[in-house]
């Protein structure tokens, strides 16, 4: 079983720099979410997808842009990645109804020197 | 969203059961406590969730207080494998987004 599978799993970028990061879930879940990680932090939501056609900014949604492609796939965008980008980035999914548990991929290391 | 206040660090014995403690005193009705961990390297994974009744599962038990201001994750015996950053997190009703704090880091000595 797949689950939540992100690409790419590492990535450099210069400073001004744009990419776009992937993340495909095979679980058939409503939700999706971005969430990104520094060092020796919590997660912060960047951004969520509560259903296919929808999306809303999190707590830290600024510099980033998002698109839900379909019900399967959520892309995080960096139109011009900044240094303080820099930190590992998590995608997630999950059911509408039911237990709620939440599934992560892997995570991107995203360094932007 | 309320907050929940963990110990920054614990540690345990391999094979023997872990406590793991939060506070949660602005709970209000409606929030589910959820508990994840992250290994290193790895996303989150779901471990245990409840309401007001104490669960189990094949992972973990959770102990919810009576007043519901605290709950206790507890490992029944701790294995290597079992090293993580725990995270205790309040889900409101109808708020599907995770808030994650900073969790409680747990090491296990063999």
């Known amino acids: 079983n797949a689950g939540v599978t992100q690409t790419p799993k590492f990535q450099v970028l210069k400073t001004g720099q744009s990419m776009t990061l992937q993340c495909a879930q095979d679980?058939?879940?409503?939700?999706m979410y971005w969430y990104r990680q520094d060092p020796g932090m919590g997660l912060r939501l960047i951004y969520y997808s509560a259903s296919e056609g929808t999306t809303d900014k999190g707590e830290v949604p600024n510099g980033y842009n998002v698109s839900r492609l379909n019900k399967r796939e959520f892309s995080l965008r960096l139109e011009s990645a900044a240094p303080s980008q820099t930190s590992v980035y998590f995608c997630?999914?999950?059911?509408?109804?039911?237990?709620?548990?939440?599934?992560f991929g892997q995570g991107t290391r995203l360094t932007v020197v | 969203d309320a907050k929940t206040t963990q110990p920054n660090s614990m540690e345990s014995n391999e094979e023997e059961p872990v406590h793991l403690p939060c506070n949660h005193s602005?709970?209000?009705?409606?929030?589910?406590i959820h508990w994840y961990r992250q290994l290193p390297s790895q996303g989150p994974e779901y471990v245990i969730h409840g309401l007001t009744s104490n669960v189990n599962n094949r992972m973990a038990s959770l102990a919810i207080a009576e007043d519901r201001k605290s709950s206790t994750l507890i490992l029944h015996r701790a294995t290597l494998r079992d090293a993580a950053v725990y995270y205790c997190i309040l889900r409101e009703t109808g708020r599907r987004a995770l808030t994650f704090g900073s969790g409680t880091r747990l090491q296990v000595q063999p």
């Open positions: 679980m058939n879940h409503n939700s």
């Open positions: 602005t709970i209000s009705g409606t929030d589910y």
């Open positions: 997630a999914s999950s059911a509408v109804s039911g237990y709620f548990e939440a599934f």
